[in-house]
């Protein structure tokens, strides 16, 4: 089983910015790929950014720029910085993990991956 607990978000202003944070506990020694994804209403989820546990990472354009991933395997924890925010990013945040292994080596297989419960960021105009 593995847990993710977002926290960060929160209400900001046009132009302001937030750091969003994402802790996984459980039973697992390595996951291999963290990422967020976002659902503003009424619109579909969408992945926003995601890292590899080398470092490798995707961001997608509307945020390029402006969101920076990061994360630290030693914690499993994952970040984003987003900064310069804008009133289109308001959704809520929700955190994902994939390829995790457990103690023996073996893969968790879910489809999509673990997701955490959200975190709400606001942005006023």
């Known amino acids: 089983q593995v847990q993710l607990v977002e926290s960060g978000g929160g209400l900001v202003q046009a132009g302001g910015s937030l750091r969003l944070s994402c802790a996984a506990s459980?039973?697992?020694?390595?996951?291999?790929?963290m990422g967020w994804a976002r659902q503003a209403p009424g619109k579909e989820r969408e992945m926003v950014a995601s890292?590899?546990?080398?470092?490798?990472?995707d961001t997608i354009d509307s945020a390029k720029g402006r969101f920076t991933i990061s994360r630290d395997n030693a914690k499993n924890t994952v970040y984003l910085q987003m900064n310069s925010l804008k009133p289109e990013d308001t959704a809520v945040y929700y955190c994902?993990?994939?390829?995790?292994?457990?103690?023996?080596?073996?893969?968790?297989?879910?489809?999509?991956?673990?997701w955490g419960q959200g975190t709400q960021v606001t942005v006023s105009s």
């Open positions: 994902n993990a994939q390829g995790v292994k457990g103690y023996s080596g073996t893969y968790f297989y879910t489809s999509g991956g673990f």
């Open positions: 890292i590899t546990s080398g470092g490798g990472t």
């Open positions: 459980g039973r697992f020694s390595s996951i291999y790929t």
